[in-house]
């Protein structure tokens, strides 16, 4: 029984590992368990490996970002050849050290060429992009000083034997896109660091002469955290950067982008160096609720509700387009994250219903409000998510529910009372309001 309980304990462990959101401490699976053997296509590479190394390495594989393996291979000069470009660490006393290297091949045999190396612990991502409009790709490596709290943005140009770094620089988010329209890449780097209380964004260029820094401004520091940057453009086309960050129990987004030669940062007050324009109560993200090309960003009213367990704040979710001085709404939504999708208020409702949130059953219930009286009125329509299973069962009853669309083993109905019908005219407003979340 005692080799039953050990395994219980084990089992235990690794599922806490597994359930937690986020964790005091990184664990490295890779140093937990034996990396995968380069086997396939990758077995050449793996021997020219060894035959440089011998066996005093260890395969890393990037936490995050697009590519996922050990060696990741490109053609980053556009000749028609790949290159590959492998990671992995080393370890000199009580150093970790992580290594780029980077290997050619010649009539199907591979070799390698060169190698760079920081000191580090693991490594987040590994990304090609362009910086000069040369025509070849520069390589990207996001490294894990202090897993996910500290890292630090290694840029790398390779050519013939020689793989040189061209910036070593503290980073929390990066992306790599034309923000000055100047028909060549540039470097967005966002560093926020909460021990020093700074968020600052920052956008490089590379020169011949190494990568300069082009402009930066400040953003909310007044933050837990930031999320990934998302490129692209103000309403009125100009290329922006759309930063969500959470901020107390809610959200805010931040919008930047290249004005004069500068980048800035229109939503931040310059008095209070925070950003409230754009602050929500719950961390929805900026997206492009419409479809019109263009990140919309949510902000949100109070929206009436009917109590049925607790009295929770109901809202409206309002998407804005911002063109670099003014936040315009676009549409007013009903989103419900908990079932996965959202409704399109009319305008003509906007203000003139209530709620009623059952998360237990699934069921959201609309009725008629008056605003000036403050006072609910007779129900119009109602969505509920029902179980696929349950709602093809011959002994359903479903009360009256048509179905809308179905997704992930559920069936997502809705109901128009007489009052909504006659009155209102919704079933078809209803069909065309409704919207599964992506």
């Not at 970002?65 to 990741?72: D, F, I, K």
């Not at 370890?91 to 591979?110: F, K, P, R």
């Not at 999320?227 to 919008?255: C, H, M, Q, R, W």
Request: net charge negative; hydrophobic share 40%; proline share 3%.
């Amino acid at each position: 029984m005692k080799i039953f309980r050990i395994i219980g304990v084990v089992l235990a462990v690794a599922m806490c590992f597994n359930l937690c959101g986020c964790s005091l401490f990184t664990v490295d699976t890779n140093e937990l368990l034996s990396p995968p053997a380069l086997t396939g296509e990758l077995a050449p590479i793996a021997k020219a490996l060894g035959e440089r190394l011998g066996s005093a390495y260890t395969l890393k594989y990037p936490s995050g970002g697009n590519y996922h393996s050990a060696v990741v291979q490109n053609d980053i000069n556009g000749d028609g050849v790949f290159e590959a470009f492998a990671l992995y660490s080393t370890a000199d006393g009580d150093t970790t050290y992580m290594n780029v290297e980077a290997l050619t091949q010649e009539s199907g045999s591979w070799s390698c060429a060169a190698s760079a190396q920081v000191v580090a612990g693991g490594v987040e991502m590994i990304d090609f992009c362009d910086l000069n409009a040369d025509g070849v790709l520069e390589l990207l490596v996001g490294f894990e000083i202090y897993g996910a709290t500290e890292k630090q943005l290694a840029v790398y140009s390779f050519a013939g034997k020689a793989l040189s770094q061209r910036m070593l620089q503290r980073y929390t988010h990066f992306l790599c896109e034309d923000l000055n329209s100047d028909e060549k890449n540039e470097l967005f780097i966002i560093n926020f660091n909460p021990a020093e209380n700074t968020n600052i964004a920052a956008l490089y260029g590379l020169t011949e002469q190494g990568i300069d820094e082009i402009s930066s401004c400040l953003l909310d520091t007044n933050i837990e955290a930031v999320n990934a940057p998302v490129f692209s453009t103000l309403s009125n086309g100009t290329p922006a950067v759309y930063i969500d960050e959470v901020k107390g129990a809610g959200a805010i987004t931040e919008v930047l982008y290249m004005e004069k030669g500068k980048l800035v940062n229109p939503l931040l007050s310059v008095n209070t160096g925070q950003n409230i324009l754009t602050l929500r109560s719950a961390t929805i993200p900026a997206r492009d609720i419409n479809a019109d090309g263009i990140t919309e960003i949510p902000i949100q009213s109070v929206l009436p509700s009917v109590f049925y367990k607790n009295h929770e704040t109901l809202y409206y979710t309002d998407w804005y387009s911002f063109n670099g001085s003014v936040l315009t709404k676009q549409v007013c939504t009903i989103m419900n994250f908990n079932d996965g999708y959202y409704l399109t208020v009319p305008n003509k409702f906007v203000g003139n219903i209530s709620v009623l949130k059952d998360i237990d059953r699934k069921l959201r219930v609309i009725y008629k409000y008056d605003a000036e009286t403050e006072t609910i009125g007779e129900e119009i329509a109602r969505l509920q998510v029902v179980e696929e299973r349950r709602w093809d069962s011959k002994d359903y009853d479903k009360k009256g529910l048509s179905e809308l669309a179905r997704s992930g083993g559920y069936v997502f109905a809705y109901k128009i009372s007489g009052e909504g019908e006659e009155k209102e005219n919704l079933t078809e407003q209803f069909i065309e309001s409704f919207k599964l979340i992506d």
